[in-house]
């Protein structure tokens, strides 16, 4: 199993500000994957982040919202932009190896308030 | 597209009685589903998950789940439920169409087991 770490654990942020998330394992994965969880909400998938190449959004998100970054096998970053109350949320970061069989591994979440 | 389905937004138990969570899952070809476990302010933490074989799956925590092909089912259960039980659960199934393979997550449920 991987084990993940993000950081910050928790933030409270102005609207209108920018926040950086980071997340980091300790082995080197394929896939890294971004995730919103409203309160009281399933898990939403916002991107997938695979090293060397742009992330892939799903519909709804767009990079200038939610840039990220994959500079290496380990290590992803999701940038929150120009935050509004709306954006308070629970945000993890997931790593898998894309096969069928394997689980995804979550990390333990970066929770946003936006004032 | 692939999708799962959680008919119940809260269970309530008392300690000590059997628990059942349901789940249903609609796929196209075979299912590859996952139960993961989301307790206060944690990530989210991988239960069991269901390729192929025995229809009784173990995972952690004593927990088990019963994939059941004709009703399209994967129950969660566990024989005897504890007060630290009590989380948020998600069903999942591994979404085969979609880049990565990554999973799609059902709305959860909450699961409430009273001294």
């Known amino acids: 199993s991987a084990v993940i770490s993000q950081k910050p654990s928790r933030d409270i942020c102005q609207r209108g500000t920018s926040l950086t998330i980071q997340c980091q394992v300790d082995s080197q994965v394929t896939m890294m994957f971004w995730y919103r969880q409203q309160p009281g909400q399933s898990l939403t998938l916002i991107a997938t982040a695979n090293q060397g190449s742009e992330a892939t959004y799903e519909s709804g998100f767009v990079i200038d919202k939610f840039p990220i970054s994959r500079p290496n096998l380990t290590f992803s970053t999701l940038t929150v932009s120009n935050m509004s109350p709306e954006d308070s949320s629970i945000y993890l970061c997931?790593?898998?190896?894309?096969?069928?069989?394997?689980?995804?591994?979550f990390g333990p979440g970066t929770r946003l308030t936006v004032l | 597209a692939q999708s799962v389905a959680q008919p119940e937004d809260q269970v309530n138990v008392a300690e000590g009685n059997p628990l059942t969570v349901k789940c249903t899952y609609s796929v196209s070809g075979n299912p590859y589903l996952f139960w993961y476990v989301q307790y206060p302010n944690r990530g989210l933490q991988f239960l069991l998950k269901y390729i192929t074989g025995d229809n009784l799956v173990k995972g952690s925590y004593g927990f088990e789940a019963e994939f059941n092909k004709s009703q399209t089912s994967f129950h969660l259960k566990k024989p005897s439920a504890l007060v630290s039980d009590s989380a948020l659960y998600f069903c999942?199934?591994?979404?085969?169409?979609?880049?990565?393979?990554?999973?799609?997550f059902g709305g959860g449920t909450r699961l409430m087991v009273k001294p």
């Open positions: 997931s790593v898998g190896s894309g096969g069928r069989y394997n689980e995804q591994f």
């Open positions: 999942a199934v591994r979404d085969l169409n979609r880049a990565g393979n990554m999973l799609t």
